[in-house]
């Protein structure tokens, strides 16, 4: 799945989900390099329900989204 992202320095999240719910396969197109690579491997293998309530709703300084918020929106997308 490709989801274009809103309001973050990342512009889209490619995400695979083996299995249905796990994650299986994150990567950022733009954004801050090395905290993207550090986020998708932490996620890489867990159930997605698990990411979504962990990042949802973090925010990037005064933005009303993040990185790791725009992936557990790509995340509840892919769910549904």
């Keep these: 799945m490709i989801y274009k992202t809103h309001g973050t320095?990342?512009?889209?999240i490619e995400l695979e989900l083996d299995g249905g719910h796990i994650i299986h396969?994150?990567?950022?197109?733009?954004?801050?390099?090395?905290?993207?690579?550090?986020?998708?491997?932490l996620v890489e293998g867990r159930r997605a329900e698990e990411v979504i309530e962990l990042l949802e709703g973090t925010r990037c300084g005064l933005k009303d989204t993040s990185c790791p918020d725009q992936l557990a929106k790509a995340l509840k997308a892919a769910l549904s």
Aim: charged letters at 15%.
């Design 9 to 12: 320095c990342s512009s889209q």
């Design 25 to 41: 396969g994150v990567k950022f197109t733009n954004g801050c390099n090395g905290n993207l690579k550090g986020i998708s491997r």
